[in-house]
C-alpha cells in the first residue's frame, strides 16, 4: 500500500493553500479545489464553502503552536480524508473540517460581539442542513471533542466504543493524527530528512569503514517543540493506533489508507529524530551500534509488546515515566528529563521506529495495557 502523501506534497499542499489564504478577498472556492480533487454536486460544495468561510471568520489569523495559520489543520485534514476516500460524503468532509469547533471555538476566546456573531453565524449554517445530517455532525463533533481534563484514553476509549457503529469517527480521527504529525516536518528540515535511514542502520550494524554522518550544516536552532516534545507525539499515535485495535474498530479501505499513512508518518519522524541525533549528538559509531543492538534485543523478548513497569533496562516503563502524565507541568518537567538524555531518546526513536513497523505487519498488533482505562504495565 502507498502512503496517500509524503513530506514534500504535504509541504506543497501547506503552501497552495497559505497562499489561497493571504488572498484578499480569499478565494474559498480555490481552497475548496485543492480540499477535494473530485467534482462536488452544487449542494455539497455550498454547505462545504459555507464551512470554510465560518472558518475563515473563527480563526482569523489564530496561528498554531509552529506558526502556520491555525485554520490550515481542520482544512489539510479534510483533504486527508478525501485522498482517502473514492467519494467521501459531505458530512464526513464538514465533520473533518468543524472536527475541533468545540475545542477551538470558545467565548473565552473573542469578544462578547464577535462571540454572539460567531454563534450566529454558525447557527445559520446548521438550519441549512436537513435535520438528521444536523444532528449526525454535532454529536459527531462532540465525540471529537476531549473535554477539559479527560485523559487522552479515556477520550479515546469513548471516541472509538462510538466508533465501533459510527466508523466514519475513526477515519476523521486517523486523518486529524496524520496531519498533526506531518506538520511536526514544517518546524524542521535539516539534512538527516534526505539521509536514507536504513542505509546508515545498516552501515551502523554491518560496515567496519563506516564513521559516521558527514555534517553538512550546523545544528538547527531550537524550536518550539524539541526532540522529545515530537517523541510524545508518537507516543499519542501509538496509544491511539493500539486502542483502536483494542476496540476493534471495523475500517473500510479509506479508513485503512488513513491507518497505514499515520503509521509511514510516525516512521519516518522516528527517522528523523534518530538521525538527527546520529549526526549531531550521539555521533560514534559505536554508540549507535549498541543503541541499535540494545533495541534489537528488547524487542526480540517481546518488550514492544505491552507496557512494561520500571525495571533495569533503559526502555522499562518508557511510556510511564515520560509521556502518561496528564498534568501539564508534570508533563513538561519529564519531557525536559527526557531531552536531557540523549542517548535514551536514540533508543525511543528507535523504540517507535518498531513500534510503527509492528502495526503495518501485523493486523493483530497491539500493546497490551493500552486500553481505555489508561497505561497500565503489564507482568
Sequence with gaps: MKPLINTQEFLALSSFLNYQLAGEPINWHGIL?????????????????????????????????????????????????????EKPSTLDLLTALLHDKDEDMTADRYS?????????????FLEKIDAEANWFLNERIAFLTKAMGQKYTEYLGKLLSRARSTPELAAVKLADRLDNTLDLRIDLQDFTDRTHSFQVIFDILFANSYSGLPLQKPHPVARKINGSMRLYQLYKNAVFLSILR????????????????????????????????????????EEQRAILL?????????????????????????????????DLEIKKKCLADLYQDKRLMGLTAVAFLIIFANFINSDEYMIRGISSAGIIPQT
Design 33 to 85: 479545489n485543492l480540499l477535494v480533487e473530485n467534482p462536488l454536486d452544487k449542494s455539497s460544495e455550498n454547505f462545504l464553502m459555507e464551512a470554510l468561510e465560518y472558518l475563515g471568520d473563527a480563526y482569523g489569523q489564530q496561528k498554531r503552536r509552529l506558526g502556520p495559520l491555525a485554520i490550515l489543520h481542520p482544512i489539510r485534514a479534510a483533504s486527508l480524508l478525501a485522498k482517502a476516500h
Design 112 to 124: 462578547p460581539e464577535n462571540w454572539r456573531r460567531l454563534e450566529k453565524k454558525y447557527g445559520e
Design 246 to 285: 483494542d476496540e476493534k474498530v471495523p475500517l473500510g479501505a479509506g479508513a485503512q489508507k488513513l491507518f497505514y499513512s499515520l503509521a509511514v508518518a510516525s516512521i519516518r519522524e522516528a527517522q528523523t529524530i534518530m538521525m538527527h541525533l546520529f549526526a549531531y549528538h550521539l555521533t560514534p559509531p
Design 294 to 326: 540494545e533495541a534489537m534485543e528488547y524487542s526480540h523478548s517481546g518488550g514492544f509488546e505491552c507496557i512494561s513497569e520500571e525495571g533495569p533496562h533503559g526502555l522499562d516503563g518508557l511510556f510511564t515515566r515520560y509521556f502518561v502524565h496528564e
